[in-house]
């Protein structure tokens, strides 16, 4: 039986990952050090006998004694908040980690996926984004322990094909969401939701004339799978190009969830791009894939998930003021 390698297993994509590959028949070997992910997501799939867990930080080397047919490298904090908090967590994962990874490869034959992201186009100043837009990134601004800690994910990766000859996949990751995001994890969609179920107010940042395009989750692994799967090297971006301003997308979570919430004016963070959406034609092409979920669509499965998490978090939070 064929077994793959995932590290971030226990977080959002990475848990998603996981259950895909044992529906295909793989054994899975799940490493999270569960710094942003959570043993929950994947609880479930430890049942199955086909799926282990090992707590580590991949920074550091890991030995694995198993024949292993792919490593699929998905560790990193990933949400801007997250890697703020942990700026030198996200620069090792991103360098020793990958390299760790790229190593454990190496030694088993296994095919290397690299999660990269829409990030290492930083600001951009062509849009969409093709794969050949090498992307606008300050180097030493707050963005930059992620943006450049994937840039330099990437070219180990491309390295590690051209010097050792190891089979590589680079997937550039757009905004994802769906089940599994953490409620706390400051990205927009979930913010969004959770506030709006609270009847709290939305918390814009800037005046919200931003973009972001945003994939549901399924679409995403979808993608991610497939690519694995292809005979492509370069790095393809993966994402849903439907466009929306952040107030587009507020106005539509309110709608959906029929919330009276309110709309809060914050400060933009700095760095924060000023659009974003992915040129999908290599996608399109080479793994015959596109997005097919549409937000709408993707919001109305995510956000019964949220509606349980937040009552039983406000029932916990009313049990322990009792
Ligand atoms: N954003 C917002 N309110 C929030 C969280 C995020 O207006 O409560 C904005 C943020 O400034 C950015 C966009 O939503 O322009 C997407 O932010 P996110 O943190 O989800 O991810 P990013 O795409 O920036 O990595």
């Known amino acids: 039986m064929k077994r793959v390698l995932i590290t971030g297993a226990a977080g959002f994509l990475g848990s998603h990952l996981a259950d895909r590959f044992l ?16 043993s929950e997501n994947i609880s479930n799939l430890q049942e199955d006998g086909r799926l282990s867990f090992i707590n580590h930080d991949i920074s550091k080397p ?4 198993e024949e292993l047919d792919g490593v699929l490298h998905f560790a990193s904090p990933a949400s801007p908040v997250d890697y703020l908090d942990l700026p030198i967590q996200t620069l090792k994962v991103g360098s020793l980690g990958t390299h760790n990874m790229l190593g454990l490869s190496l030694a088993k034959s296994a095919r290397f996926l690299l999660a990269s992201t829409s990030e ?3 600001d951009p100043e062509v849009h969409p984004q093709p794969e050949g837009y090498c992307g606008q990134v300050d180097p030493v601004g ?5 943006d450049e800690a994937k840039r330099f994910a990437e070219a180990m ?3 590690y094909h051209r010097y050792h000859g190891l089979e590589t996949r680079i997937v550039r990751i757009f905004n994802t969401y769906g089940p599994r995001m953490r409620p706390e994890d400051g990205r927009v969609v979930s913010n969004f ?3 709006a179920l609270r009847g709290e107010p939305l918390t814009i940042y800037g005046d919200g004339s931003q973009t972001r395009s945003f994939c549901y989750v399924d679409d995403e692994i979808e993608g991610i799978f ?13 994402g849903n190009p439907d466009e929306y301003t952040i107030v587009e997308l507020a106005d539509l979570i309110i709608e959906e969830i029929g919330s009276d919430s309110e709309i809060e004016s914050l400060p933009l963070p700095e760095g924060d791009p000023n659009v974003r959406q992915p040129d999908i034609s290599v996608a399109m092409e080479v793994l015959d894939w596109e997005a097919i979920t549409p937000l709408r669509d993707g919001l109305k499965k995510t956000i019964p998930y949220f509606k349980n998490l937040v009552e039983s978090m406000d029932a916990r939070a009313r049990t322990l003021a009792d």
Do not use: K, W
């Open 62 to 65: 890991l030995y694995i004694e």
């Open 142 to 146: 707050l963005r930059g322990v992620y």
């Open 193 to 195: 939701i959770v506030q």
């Open 23 to 38: 529906l295909e028949g793989y054994n899975v070997i799940a490493v999270d050090n569960l710094i942003t992910g959570s």
């Open 226 to 238: 497939r690519l694995f799967n292809s005979n492509r090297t370069e790095p393809t971006n993966i």
């Open 120 to 122: 290492v186009y930083g």
């Open 157 to 159: 990766t491309m390295a």
